[in-house]
């Protein structure tokens, strides 16, 4: 199998962003932020605001690069390289738009993260990123 791109996308209001119980896909029962595949000839910010579009019903704006881990699942056998990016809400409430792969979706607060989180999470948390992801969430 080759490595597949995935995008993941913080979509932060009022110093909180937005998390899902994943459902169907690897890393079920795993909370993280929404997002996907990257398609063909689409940029971050393009495939951050589909995804972010399709998956909440929520318009996102000022999509900025955040993060990059690189992630095997080992039981599936799969490995994402996953590019991790910045957004803020603009317009619509979230809404679970794709049973199929979201359970449930809430407003998260950076220091309080649920429990258990998608493997790609783990890696973001000890990557260098994640003190100014923690930063632009709280000052936003």
Do not use: C
């Not at 881990?69 to 039981?75: G, K, L, M, R």
């Not at 317009?91 to 950076?110: C, L």
């Amino acid at each position: 199998m080759k490595p597949r791109v995935g995008v993941g996308v913080f979509v932060i209001r009022d110093g909180k962003f937005l998390m899902g119980r994943r459902k169907g896909s690897h890393g079920a029962d795993t909370w993280s932020i929404p997002g996907g595949h990257m398609e063909f000839g689409e940029s971050f910010e393009q495939t951050a605001k589909r995804e972010v579009m399709e998956e909440t019903g929520m318009a996102i704006k000022n999509v900025r690069f955040a993060a990059v881990t690189n992630d095997v699942f080992e039981s599936d056998n799969k490995q994402y390289v996953t590019v991790w990016v910045m957004s803020d809400w603009n317009k619509n409430e979230p809404a679970v738009t794709e049973p199929d792969k979201f359970i449930d979706q809430k407003w998260i607060d950076i220091d309080n993260l649920p429990e258990p989180l998608f493997l790609p999470w783990q890696t973001l948390l000890k990557s260098e990123f994640i003190d100014a992801i923690k930063h632009q969430i709280k000052t936003s």
